[in-house]
Every structure is written in structure tokens, then in C-alpha cells.
């Protein structure tokens, strides 16, 4: 049940990146904007003839106002969209439509429900008796204000939706309404009855929520210690502004009256005072109570935890885990947009987002302790400290007190993140389950690069079955995957029985890791991994619905098989295989890794180089050079595939310590250079530089006898193939 968990908070996460990666951008836009149009933001620093309408500055700022808010008005819809696409298994942009279609007949028919009872008038306004806030208008729906939670309950379960019924098959008579089409269909009809059954659930949950904002105001310090720790913690459903908007807006965040007239909400005092300041000796910290705590951890607190992220990323991901907790810092700093730092860890590691909520809460009493009355237009960025803070100066703000307690909470947030990171391994940005696993080259690695350049389909396309097939196979047969999807580097699968998975076929598909969690199993291949997903569920269609022989049958049975037909054999032919190396041969049983003594990777012999040159070890055809220059593939004369592999484990070392002397594909003579090595650097950079000799494609009826146990030379007979008839 945990993995299960695990595995759907995490694909709910990945949903949540794409709509998450706009935030900054339109927090940028709508902070500058807000901040640098208001009017009696205008009028009190004399920007009226540089700012004011009329001005090009200012149509330019209403613009990116605009812009901004068009994202943020529309969040709901957004995480709709971007939960289904995330969610569904295949035909993602079906989901995606019917995600849309599903999130306005849902609003729809909330609509009507308040418009039957009374509550939304014939004219379109709303009746004077309803709770202020709790109705607003989505996409020009006059709906309930459900914000981001709305959207993501539309995006699991019009998901859960097209899951279940993408494929489905309907009679003869409706069958052009089966398979993708009916997903629109079927969640049309589902999210009918969701709206009517909304009507009814969720004045519940606003009606708690303005039950908890009467507790706050009547409570003095620790009522805006307990308003700052729901805010915080209503942040990942979107409630958050249903919360605050009464104590900004209305009666219920106090009332005072300024300039003899009686003003309501705390924002709405705050301005009154500033319009009224040459008359105010201090700005009123119990109407500013309610975002003045905002500016100590969003300029200082979460930037430090970002700052945490990224020193405990893994050094071969910090940069791209730096770009990511970059424009988040950045993002929350200047405008005060938290959701891109906050969603950045609340999925992976809910704990942190529990001390987030903890420590953002006593921010706030404690602006309110320390008479802190910055106020704000839209967040708790430096653009609005700047304007409702500094510019205002420290006798009516006290905004001066905010700089050593945000230092104070910059290291709080920094050392408790880091701390919690690293002790409970949470997989923040740049930590994912990427142990860089090492990469072994087997039989199906010659196989698939000899097929890659040989197997062509009829319009000359390179065949992708053949890996597709492998993938299959290492995930235990088709009948053994349940699921299969991926992120930006991960095929990530789950299985019915994860001890038939096979990490070792895995990995000779390309794969440089396989993670393992329960019955979730990821697959490391890169970006390219979109088309191997594409390839894998294209394969899976017409697969056979069996299970895959586990590794441990396969080697019995080959065990097995070879007793029973050697026992009897005779040796028909022998094929002599040399050195490629000068050296000290060895058994390959005594090779340092167990999957070349197991023979995983093939049979033959070890050598530890002396010498710092690996030649041809009969005349033959260079198959093929890897990348890192650590292995080459051959083929002798007579049929025989050769994997000579340099070392253990030096793919890591990335072509350092090795000089390529031949290319793939060229012919060689016996003795000639192949490698030249740098033997210092290796076995002082490698974990041994005991080299595998391996015969890859032995028949059934071919063994191996070693020839030279001990000093050999290259050229010296190292092994021989017995051919049995």
C-alpha cells in the first residue's frame, strides 16, 4: 500500500511540474503590475505623470497585469489539464480535452444548483445573503470558489476516467462512439453529477473555513500564529484565498476608522492609512497582521531552503536542480509566488512542507509581536517591501525589523532543510533515485548494435521491437506490467510480481540504472525516453499476454540442457582465441564483479594488463568501439563475437585513460593496436583493471577451456572454444 501511495503522489507530482513552470513567469508579470498601477500607490509617490493612465508605461503595465492574472484567475483549469495529462496512461491529449470539457460541466452545474436555490439572482448577481467570497466567477461561470483543488479533483478523475474506458468497446450500433471518444463522453456525464454533489459538499468546507477565521481574530498573538498556519497549509488545495480574502476584504479582519471614515479588512485599512499618512504616526500592525509575516520567510526563509535543495542535489544534477530552485528563489523573493519552491518538495517530502507551514505560521505572530505594518498589494515580495515598507519609512513601518529575523529564518529554513534532506533521504530536486548504477556491457549489447545498424524495416526505418522486446523481458513479460509511463528520464513501470523483474537485461537495453520501490519499477534511459515509452506500448499490443522465464529458471535450464548434450559429446573442433593483452591470465570466475564471474555476460577468461596496449587477438573485423572507449566488440575471421572490456567499472571514467586506435568496422591483422591505455591513471581511478575476455554469442554446443592460467602475452593462446557435434 506505501509504494502504491508513493507511486501515485509521485505521478501526481510530475503532473503538477508543467502548470508549476508558468508560475514565475506570471508572478513577474502580475507583481510588477499590481505594484506599479495602483493608484494610490501612484498617487503617494508622485508617479502619476510617469505611471498614470493615459501614460504608455501604463498600458504597458495594465498588459503585463493582465497577462499575469490570466494565469493565476485560471489555475484551476490549468491543474485540470495538467493532473489528466500527467495521470493518463496513453492518449494523453484525449485526457487532456475531456479534462477541459469535464472542469466547465462541473462548474456548470454548480451553477445551475445555486441559480435553482436562489443564490445566483436572474441577473447574474449573487443574492445579498450568501458568505462574500465564497461564490466567484470561473471561465465566466458564476461557480463555487474551489481554486486549485477544483482542478485537480477534475484532473484524477477524468484521468481515472480515461484510463478505465479508453479502449473500450461498445456495439456495432455505438461503435464510433467507443475507444478515445467515449472518454469526453463518459466524464461529461460523471462530472454532471460531481458539480450537483459539490453544491451540497463543499459549503461545508468553506463554512469550516470561516469558522477557523473567527477563532483568529478573537485570539490576539497566537489567533494570527493559527491564521498563518492554515494559510500556509491550504496552499497545496488552492483554499488558501478563500481563507485570507475575508480578513483582507471584509469586517471579518477588523475594522477601524481613518480620515473619520470606518474602513474594513486589514488591506483596506492599511491603504486608508497610507492615502491618510501624513496623519499616521505608525501603520496599524493588527490590520497588517495578516501578510506582514509573508516578507520574512518569502525574502529570506524559502530561499534558504532552496539554497538547501540545491547543495544537497547530487553534483551530476546540481545544474539542472539549480536552474529549477533559481527562478523558484527568484520568483518568491521579488513577487512572493511560493508554489514553485513549496510544490518543489511537498510531494517528494511532506515533512518539509510541515515545517514550512510551521515556521511560516510564527513569521507571522511574530511581525505581529514586533509591530511590523508592511503592507502589500499582492505578496510578500520585494517589490511590494520596497514600495509599502522602505519607501515608507521605518517610523510608520518598522519595516527595518524584518531584515535580521529574515536572516534569522533564511539559516532556520537552510540547516532544518538540509538536516531533514539528508537524514531521511528525501528526493528533492536533483536527489531522484539516480544511483548512476553500474552500466555492464553483455550479449545484448552486441546484439542491439549490430541490429541498430543491420535491422531495417521496410521503409528503411530502424526496428525498435527488438528493444522493446528486451524491455519486456526485463520487466518480467507483458503479462507482468501493469503500467508503463515515464517522466523526462525514467521509464517509470509498475508489476504484478517484482521478483521477475531482471535488472540485467534491463541495463543491457541502455538503461544506465533500474530503481526498484515495491512494485514500482523506474528505468533510467535519458530524454529519449518519450520514444521508448512510445515503442514499448506499441510493442505491448500485439506482445503475447505471458510472463517471462525468470533468470534464475533460464540458468537452470541452460545448465541443465548443456549437461544432458555434453555429457555424451565429442569435441568436433577447437578454436583457438589469443591475448588481446600482456598480462597475468586468470579464470573468469575470479574476475572482481559478479556479473562477469557469473558469466552474465558471456564465458571466457581475465587478464590484467602489463602492457599498455590491447591488440587484435586474431584477424578479424572491429565491431564496434563504445563511446567511452573501455570496450571494444569483435569478431574473428572465423564467427567468434568478442567483448574485450577494459577494467571494471570505467565506463564511469568517460573515455578518460583510454586512446582509441581503431574505428567500428575496420579489419585488423593479429597483433595490431586496438587501445593504448593509460595504465597510472587507471588503477588509480578504477576499481580494478582486471579485463574481461568474452566470448558473447557461444552456441549451444561451444564451451569454453582455459588455455593460460597466469603470465601471458599478446598473441599467446588464452582460451580455446571446444565445438562438441
Not at 500500500?1 to 503538477?16: A, C, E
Not at 551530476?316 to 509566488?337: D, R, V, Y
Not at 540485467?504 to 519499477?521: P, R
Not at 564496434?624 to 572490456?645: N, Q, R
Request: charged share 15%; aromatic share 10%.
Amino acid at each position: 500500500m506505501k509504494d502504491k501511495i508513493f507511486s501515485v503522489l509521485q505521478r501526481v507530482g510530475r503532473s503538477f511540474m508543467l502548470p508549476i513552470a508558468i508560475l514565475p513567469v506570471a508572478g513577474l508579470l502580475l507583481g510588477i503590475g499590481s505594484s506599479f498601477t495602483n493608484a494610490t500607490t501612484l498617487e503617494t509617490y508622485g508617479l502619476t505623470k510617469i505611471l498614470g493612465e493615459g501614460t504608455i508605461l501604463h498600458a504597458l503595465l495594465m498588459i503585463m497585469n493582465s497577462v499575469g492574472s490570466a494565469v493565476f484567475n485560471n489555475l484551476p483549469l490549468i491543474f485540470a489539464v495538467g493532473v489528466a495529462i500527467g495521470m493518463a496512461k496513453k492518449e494523453k491529449e484525449v485526457s487532456a480535452l475531456s479534462a477541459v470539457i469535464a472542469y466547465f460541466v462541473m462548474n456548470t452545474a454548480i451553477n445551475a444548483m445555486l441559480t435553482i436555490t436562489g443564490q445566483i439572482l436572474d441577473n447574474g448577481e449573487i443574492a445579498g445573503s450568501v458568505l462574500e467570497g465564497t461564490i466567484t466567477s470561473v471561465c465566466g461561470i458564476q461557480s463555487l470558489q474551489m481554486g486549485v483543488f477544483g482542478g485537480i479533483i477534475v484532473g484524477l478523475g477524468v484521468a481515472a476516467l480515461h484510463n478505465r474506458f479508453y479502449r473500450i468497446q461498445l456495439p456495432n450500433a455505438l461503435s464510433f462512439f467507443g475507444g478515445t471518444r467515449f472518454v469526453p463522453i463518459i466524464s461529461t456525464i460523471v462530472y454532471m453529477f460531481v458539480g450537483i454533489a459539490m453544491y451540497f459538499i463543499w459549503p461545508v468546507v468553506q463554512n469550516g473555513i470561516y469558522a477557523l477565521g473567527g477563532l483568529v481574530t478573537g485570539s490576539g498573538y497566537i489567533g494570527t500564529l493559527i491564521f498563518g498556519l492554515i494559510k500556509r497549509a491550504l496552499i497545496p488545495f488552492g483554499l488558501h484565498h478563500v481563507f485570507y480574502m475575508p480578513f483582507w476584504q471584509t469586517a471579518v479582519g477588523g475594522t477601524m476608522e481613518v480620515a473619520g471614515q470606518m474602513v474594513q479588512g486589514g488591506q483596506n485599512i492599511f491603504f486608508a492609512q497610507l492615502a491618510d499618512s501624513a496623519n499616521i504616526a505608525h501603520f496599524s500592525a493588527d490590520a497588517t497582521r495578516y501578510f506582514s509575516g509573508e516578507f520574512i520567510f518569502m525574502i529570506f526563509g524559502l530561499p534558504g531552503a532552496a539554497l538547501a535543495m540545491y547543495q544537497c542535489a547530487k553534483p551530476e544534477k546540481k545544474k539542472a536542480a539549480g536552474g529549477l530552485l533559481l527562478s523558484a528563489a527568484l520568483a518568491c523573493m521579488a513577487t512572493g509566488i511560493t508554489e514553485p519552491l513549496e510544490f518543489s518538495f511537498l510531494f517528494v517530502a511532506p515533512a518539509l512542507f510541515a515545517v514550512q507551514v510551521v515556521l511560516a505560521g510564527t513569521a507571522y505572530m511574530l511581525a505581529h509581536m514586533l509591530n511590523i505594518a508592511v503592507g502589500l498589494t499582492f505578496s510578500g515580495g520585494l517589490l511590494d517591501f520596497f514600495l509599502f515598507g522602505i519607501l515608507q519609512g521605518n517610523a510608520k513601518t518598522s519595516w527595518i525589523r524584518v531584515i535580521p529575523v529574515g536572516i534569522i529564518y533564511f539559516f532556520l529554513y537552510y540547516f532544518i532543510f538540509k538536516f531533514m534532506i539528508k537524514k531521511f533521504d528525501f528526493k528533492t530536486p536533483g536527489r531522484e533515485d539516480d544511483d548512476e548504477e553500474v552500466k555492464l556491457y553483455t550479449k545484448a549489447d552486441v546484439n542491439a548494435r549490430k541490429e541498430a545498424q543491420n535491422v531495417e524495416s521496410s521503409d528503411g526505418a530502424v526496428s525498435e521491437d527488438t528493444l522493446s522486446e528486451m524491455i519486456t523481458g526485463g520487466l518480467g513479460g507483458k503479462k507482468n506490467i501493469a503500467d508503463v509511463d515515464c517522466c523526462a528520464t525514467r521509464l517509470r513501470c509498475t508489476v504484478h510480481e517484482a521478483d521477475r523483474v531482471n535488472d540485467g537485461i534491463l541495463k543491457s537495453t541502455g538503461a544506465s540504472g533500474v530503481i526498484h520501490k515495491g512494485n514500482a519499477v523506474q528505468v533510467i534511459y535519458g530524454p529519449n525516453v518519450t520514444v521508448i515509452k512510445s515503442n514499448l506500448e506499441d510493442y505491448l499490443e500485439k506482445a503475447p499476454n505471458t510472463y517471462a522465464e525468470t533468470e534464475e529458471a533460464v540458468a537452470e535450464a541452460a545448465e541443465e540442457k548443456q549437461t544432458e548434450e555434453t555429457g555424451s559429446q565429442e569435441i568436433k573442433e577447437t578454436i583457438i582465441i589469443s591475448s588481446p593483452i600482456t598480462g597475468i591470465a586468470a579464470d573468469l570466475s575470479t574476475a572482481p564483479d559478479e556479473a562477469f564471474a557469473q558469466k552474465m555476460m558471456g564465458d571466457g577468461a581475465v587478464v590484467t594488463p602489463e602492457d599498455p596496449y590491447v591488440r587484435a587477438p586474431e584477424d578479424g573485423e572491429v565491431a564496434f568501439v563504445f563511446d567511452t572507449k573501455h570496450a571494444i566488440g569483435f569478431i574473428t575471421d572465423s564467427g567468434i563475437s568478442l567483448l574485450i572490456h577494459v577494467g571494471i567499472d570505467t565506463v564511469k571514467l568517460n573515455g578518460e585513460g583510454f586512446e582509441a586506435l581503431v574505428e567500428s568496422g575496420q579489419t585488423v591483422k593479429k597483433g595490431e593496436p586496438m587501445l593504448k591505455l593509460d595504465l597510472d591513471y587507471l588503477k588509480e581511478h578504477a576499481p580494478s583493471v582486471t579485463s574481461p575476455v568474452l566470448c558473447t554469442e557461444l552456441e549451444d554446443n561451444q564451451r569454453i577451456h582455459l588455455l593460460k592460467d597466469g603470465p601471458v602475452k599478446a598473441g599467446e593462446p588464452l582460451f580455446e572454444i571446444e565445438v562438441l557435434q
